[in-house]
């Protein structure tokens, strides 16, 4: 499957292909997680111009723990970003894990107004993702980095979502443990892709594991056509195949796994302004 905006890799962290010719509107997509927190611009059209990635520490289990860093980092994305285009960035969107939407809507949004931009929506992720995957009778799963999100949509919009316990975190503890090497270089090991072949056989009863949970949270769907897989720990080679073997329907993953949230949130704002679909 072909994701929208095939040039993400090209602009994520790269400012020097960024590029806002022409564009006439700019709308900025920013997604919070426990790994990372991603800003993406898009444009009038839903054409991606730039991106920014940073690894960040300031929300666990979905949860905003370090309001004021999450702050700054938004605040430093959306500066930089200004500061490349000669548009101006004044309108955004941004999401929630579902079943933190309580503690955590409000939070986001300020986050997005405190850099001053107009927030046009904060939607939960698995709609977020969907804008672009665009399931019908399915379930999206996003397996991060402590918490594995498992949304269910039937004609189209969600009718299920639930948050297990797992994800990238314990297949970077196997690995630390296994090689005897610390948490952060089991991370640099994992996210290797050249090393895809070597560790699989060491993370696959984990990956195994993280199927089984998505498989009981599944059982009561019997009419499920296909699984989708987005989230950071979807990018191993191999992942998807395991999951597939183990669940038995159909489970791809979009060209960005990682990406696919943020891209949708920033879509988002065109469906607020009525202008893409
Ligand atoms: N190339 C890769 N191969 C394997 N795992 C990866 C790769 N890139 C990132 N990851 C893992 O993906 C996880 C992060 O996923 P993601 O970026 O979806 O999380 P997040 O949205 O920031 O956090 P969460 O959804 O858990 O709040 C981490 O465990 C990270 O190690
Ligand atoms: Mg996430």
Same mark, same amino acid.
């Given at each position: 499957?072909?994701?929208? /905006?095939?040039?993400?890799?090209?602009?994520?962290?790269?400012?020097?292909?960024?590029?806002?010719?022409? %564009?006439?509107?700019? @709308?900025? #997509?920013?997604?919070?997680?426990? @790994?990372? %927190?991603?800003?993406?611009?898009?444009?009038?059209? #839903?054409?991606? *111009?730039?991106?920014?990635?940073?690894?960040?520490?300031?929300?666990?289990? /979905? !949860?905003?723990?370090?309001?004021? =860093?999450?702050?700054?980092?938004?605040?430093?994305?959306?500066?930089?970003?200004?500061?490349?285009?000669?548009?101006?960035?004044?309108? /955004? $969107?941004? +999401? @929630?894990?579902?079943?933190?939407?309580?503690?955590?809507?409000?939070?986001?949004?300020?986050?997005?107004? =405190?850099?001053?931009?107009?927030?046009?929506?904060?939607?939960?992720?698995?709609?977020?993702?969907?804008?672009?995957?665009?399931?019908?009778?399915?379930?999206?799963?996003?397996?991060?980095?402590?918490? &594995?999100?498992? %949304?269910?949509?039937?004609? #189209?919009?969600?009718?299920? $979502?639930?948050?297990?316990? &797992? =994800?990238?975190?314990? !297949?970077?503890?196997?690995? %630390?443990?296994? @090689?005897?090497?610390?948490?952060?270089?089991?991370?640099?090991?994992?996210?290797?892709?050249?090393?895809?072949?070597?560790?699989?056989?060491?993370? *696959?009863?984990?990956?195994?594991?993280?199927? +089984?949970?998505?498989?009981?949270? !599944?059982?009561?769907?019997?009419?499920?056509?296909?699984?989708?897989?987005?989230? =950071?720990?979807?990018?191993?080679?191999?992942? &998807?195949?395991?999951?597939?073997?183990?669940? +038995?329907?159909?489970?791809?993953?979009?060209?960005?796994?990682?990406?696919?949230?943020?891209?949708?949130?920033?879509? +988002?704002? !065109?469906?607020?302004? /009525?202008?893409?679909?």
């Amino acid at each position: 499957m072909t994701t929208p /905006g095939l040039d993400l890799d090209k602009l994520v962290n790269q400012p020097e292909n960024w590029n806002f010719s022409d %564009a006439r509107q700019l @709308y900025a #997509g920013v997604d919070l997680g426990t @790994y990372k %927190a991603i800003t993406i611009i898009i444009d009038e059209t #839903g054409k991606p *111009r730039a991106a920014r990635m940073r690894r960040a520490k300031v929300v666990r289990s /979905g !949860l905003i723990v370090d309001y004021a =860093g999450a702050q700054n980092i938004v605040s430093e994305m959306i500066k930089e970003m200004r500061a490349a285009s000669q548009l101006p960035i004044e309108k /955004g $969107a941004t +999401s @929630y894990p579902p079943q933190t939407e309580y503690a955590n809507i409000d939070a986001t949004r300020y986050i997005l107004e =405190g850099v001053g931009l107009e927030v046009l929506n904060v939607l939960d992720e698995p709609t977020a993702a969907n804008q672009i995957l665009k399931l019908e009778n399915g379930a999206i799963v996003d397996v991060g980095v402590g918490t &594995t999100g498992i %949304a269910v949509i039937k004609d #189209g919009k969600i009718v299920f $979502a639930d948050d297990e316990a &797992t =994800g990238g975190v314990h !297949l970077s503890l196997v690995l %630390a443990g296994n @090689y005897k090497i610390s948490y952060e270089e089991a991370e640099e090991v994992k996210i290797d892709h050249q090393k895809s072949h070597e560790i699989l056989p060491i993370v *696959r009863p984990v990956i195994e594991k993280i199927a +089984s949970i998505v498989d009981a949270c !599944l059982q009561q769907f019997n009419d499920l056509t296909e699984v989708c897989l987005v989230g =950071g720990t979807c990018e191993l080679e191999g992942f &998807t195949e395991i999951v597939q073997k183990a669940l +038995s329907i159909k489970t791809f993953r979009p060209e960005f796994p990682q990406f696919t949230t943020p891209l949708g949130i920033a879509l +988002s704002c !065109l469906d607020e302004n /009525g202008g893409h679909s």
